[in-house]
């Protein structure tokens, strides 16, 4: 009824099989700061204000609906059949984000494949 806002800070979310972060509907704002998200798949469905930063993420990432959502500063680890597929929708903002070849490419607007 509140939105479902809040924060998560610190976290290491490991071997999910499904779902790692699955925010849907959350309208007032979450904070996801410096939590390592390792298998699984992170969704942002009809939300806004959902920020994840600083992290170490090797899964799937998909955000849907028009609200604007951010990820930025956050370490990507690709890795074939765990972390290869990336769903954006227009409202969410891309920035900062890295691999370890550097500037992670779908920074700048592009769309990932």
């Given amino acids: 009824e509140n939105g ?6 610190n976290c290491l979310i490991n071997h999910n099989s499904r779902h790692a972060l699955w925010c849907r509907n959350a309208k007032n704002g979450m904070t996801v ?4 998200f390792f298998y699984g798949d992170i969704t942002l469905e009809d939300s806004q204000g959902i920020v994840i930063s600083g992290g170490e993420l090797c ?3 998909f955000t849907r609906g028009e609200g ?3 990820l930025a500063g956050n ?3 690709p890795h ?3 972390c290869e597929r990336f769903e954006f929708s ?3 903002i891309l920035e900062g984000n890295f691999t370890a070849e550097g500037a ?3 920074g700048d607007g592009s769309e990932p494949a």
């Fill in 4 to 9: 479902s806002h809040g924060a998560l800070g």
């Fill in 33 to 36: 700061q410096n939590c390592g």
């Fill in 59 to 61: 899964c799937n990432l």
């Fill in 68 to 70: 604007v959502n951010r």
């Fill in 75 to 77: 370490y990507l680890i």
């Fill in 80 to 82: 074939p059949g765990i």
């Fill in 90 to 92: 227009p409202g969410t």
């Fill in 104 to 106: 992670w490419p779908f």
